[in-house]
């Protein structure tokens, strides 16, 4: 038996391993040393906690809750309706509780439904159910919206407001400012409304009147006015007033009427915006430098000089913000959409050039073509047949 040589022996007496072995056998502690020095990133997801009943449920009577959307059952409609009027002397009253989001809000058999509503006797701090609840038990948000007929809470609206402005409200108008009434008037009086209506929701603006103990806070979200405006109903703020707290009617300033118009304009581009991907909606912006570059070169379609319109552009082609336009354009369909772009920029221009528009002197040319060779006749005067009265007797003696 030949005895092994230096290349298979190693000096401890194990055989060696080839150069290719040994360099793989590096690389791959080097892997492994690099993966156990990278730090682990480890997102923890914090698991939503149950609502709790916020009043002790065996204290209730049976029935002593009716249906948050109504107190009487209509036959003829199949559901609940009225229960938005309030006494005038439980108006005087102290609230039982108060919601507290902090301690009372959480997950209930309503978040495993899509399009559930608000609980109302959550938003009152009066719900006995918990976790156990059909109903939502949190704040509402700007994802959260509803029919224009009914309320976070799933009540039906009406066609106008109450004579008191109480009640749910009326479908004919987005209303996100609240009257609040009886306020004591101190120092900090704005501070103090501030702090406690910020608790349901974004504010948008508040307005004080000290003189008058009044205030009007209107929200970001209508959803959150509807909830702040059962949740402050007959509550005190610092000291121990009872605050009425009633829906605010329409604010006569013009200035007022404009800021409401561009909040709705506002509103729709952002509609506008999360409805197409982010890359259209940069390019339409001006705020993509590479997309002008590229229109600037492919939107010219071969031909020098031209640079087609943004109806163009946008319409059909790989560009298109529809996805319906982006399908392949034949080369008929290309010449045509050329043609009928430069047709319009032809006729615009043909308009702006000239004092009459070109309708204009179509209509006239028009009116001279119908009238040619016709005779124009003064007409008489009443003068001319004026003459002398005639009797309007029977020629019959009987």
């Not at 892997?31 to 990278?38: G, N, S, V």
């Not at 039906?156 to 479908?171: E, I, N, P």
């Not at 109903?233 to 707290?245: P, T, Y």
């Not at 197409?276 to 379609?301: C, H, M, N, Q, T």
Request: hydrophobic residues 35%; negative net charge.
């Amino acid at each position: 038996m030949s005895a092994p040589t230096d290349d298979q022996v190693s000096v401890s007496g194990l055989p060696k391993l080839a150069s290719s072995d040994a360099f793989e056998v590096s690389t791959s502690d080097t892997t492994l040393q690099e993966l156990q020095e990278k730090k682990k990133k480890i997102i923890k997801v914090k698991k939503r906690r149950p609502a709790r009943p916020q009043v002790d449920p065996s204290a209730l009577k049976t029935g002593e809750l009716p249906a948050q959307t109504g107190t009487i059952f209509n036959i003829w409609y199949n559901k609940w309706s009225g229960g938005d009027r309030e006494d005038k002397y439980a108006s005087k009253t102290h609230a039982e509780s108060r919601c507290s989001i902090v301690k009372d809000s959480g997950y209930t058999r309503a978040d495993k439904v899509h399009g559930s509503y608000f609980c109302l006797f959550f938003a009152r701090g009066l719900c006995p159910k918990g976790h156990e609840c059909e109903y939502l038990h949190r704040l509402p948000t700007l994802f959260d919206t509803f029919n224009p007929n009914i309320d976070a809470f799933g009540r039906d609206k009406h066609s106008d407001y109450r004579d008191d402005m109480g009640g749910v409200g009326s479908f004919l108008r987005q209303n996100r400012t609240l009257y609040v009434g009886r306020i004591h008037v101190s120092d900090d009086i704005e501070e103090i409304v501030a702090r406690h209506f910020a608790e349901w929701g974004q504010i948008e603006r508040i307005r004080v009147l000290n003189s008058r103990g009044v205030a009007f806070v209107t929200y970001s979200n209508e959803a959150n006015s509807q909830f702040a405006k059962e949740a402050m109903a007959h509550q005190s703020l610092d000291h121990s007033e009872i605050l009425n707290v009633r829906w605010a009617t329409v604010d006569p300033n013009p200035m007022a009427a404009a800021r409401e118009a561009r909040r709705v304009d506002e509103q729709a581009a952002e509609a506008v915006r999360r409805a197409l991907p982010a890359e259209y909606v940069a390019e339409i912006e001006g705020k993509d430098p590479e997309a002008k570059r590229r229109k600037r070169i492919d939107g010219s379609f071969g031909l020098e000089g031209y640079e087609a319109p943004d109806e163009v552009w946008y319409a059909r082609g790989q560009h298109a913000v529809n996805p319906v336009g982006r399908d392949p354009i034949s080369a008929d369909e290309e010449r045509w959409m050329i043609e009928e772009a430069r047709r319009q920029d032809e006729s615009q221009a043909e308009e702006e050039s000239g004092i009459l528009n070109k309708s204009t002197i179509a209509a006239l040319q028009t009116f001279s073509a119908q009238n040619q060779g016709a005779v124009f006749v003064d007409k008489p005067s009443l003068a001319a047949k004026a003459g002398p009265l005639v009797a309007y007797g029977s020629d019959d003696s009987d």
